[in-house]
């Protein structure tokens, strides 16, 4: 398996999109599942990770900001979920040839004129 290097992340490092897209090709790559990764079969990965995310907040109702109410593998099954989620989305936008860091960073800028900063907002 020449060129695999699996993750072994500790939680302080800061991690770069581009970092986890080339893991993530590595990861398909040294498996063969690229064959399976076009942009439907991703995306309907992807929908079926947010579905899989959203199963975890269906009975709880609001719930408050850093979970302070919730166990501790309650907390790991969310960060699994989230973390599902994230991976494929990189992936889409990987097959797809999109920069998603530019494209989040354009589209943050692009709200920012559509919703500007009124005296209401204050």
Known sequence: MEGLK?????TTKDVSLQELKLRLRDFARVRGWEQFHSP????LALVGE???LSEIFQWKGEVARGLPNWSEDDKEHLED???DVLLYLIQLADVCGLDLGKAALTKINKNGQKYPITHQNI
Do not use: D, F, H, I
């Open 6 to 10: 699996e993750c072994s992340l500790t």
């Open 40 to 43: 439907r079969n991703l995306l």
């Open 50 to 52: 947010v579905g899989e």
């Open 81 to 83: 979920e989230v973390s």
